[in-house]
């Protein structure tokens, strides 16, 4: 697309959503600015223009082009949602902390949990009741 027709797309929408003039390219936030800048960014993106560019032409960061892509269109732009592949291991490993969590009842051994990374004997609990370690920020 070129600058004229991505000007005569933000203006034809600004008029069709009852907007004045520059609304969609400035910061405004309101709901209804917002609803016509991801219409706009939208169809921008459906000519084949990349993030980039339809930042340039609406005065966002491409960061925020690719936030409207991915959350408020829905499933069409699949292209730029991450893929979640924990393989064959991650799954295990999910799997072991799902039946771990039931077993940890007390915030202590929650705690021991964050802390070690696993669940503690009942010896080595004992031992932290009495001799927990500091977990905590430095002052400075």
């Given at each position: 697309m070129t600058f004229d027709d991505?000007?005569?797309?933000?203006k034809k929408?600004?008029?069709?959503?009852?907007?004045?003039?520059?609304?969609?390219?400035?910061?405004k936030r309101d709901v209804f600015t917002c609803y016509a800048r991801n219409?706009?960014?939208?169809?921008?993106?459906?000519?084949?223009m990349n993030l980039s560019?339809?930042?340039?032409?609406?005065?966002?960061?491409?960061?925020?082009?690719?936030?409207?892509?991915?959350?408020?269109?829905g499933s069409k732009h699949d292209k730029y949602k991450p893929k979640k592949s924990y393989g064959k291991n991650g799954q295990e490993v999910c799997q072991r902390f799902k039946n771990l969590i039931p077993k940890l009842k007390t915030p202590l051994e929650r705690r021991c949990f964050n802390i070690y990374g696993r669940a503690?004997?009942?010896?080595?609990?004992?031992?932290y009741k009495k001799n927990p370690p500091y977990i905590g920020y430095a002052r400075s």
């Open positions: 991505i000007q005569n797309l933000i929408t600004e008029r069709r959503f009852n907007l004045e003039f520059g609304d969609i390219i400035s910061k219409k706009v960014v939208k169809v921008l993106h459906e000519s084949g560019e339809i930042g340039r032409a609406i005065n966002r960061d491409h960061t925020s082009i690719y936030f409207i892509v991915t959350k408020k269109l503690l004997a009942p010896g080595e609990l004992a031992q």
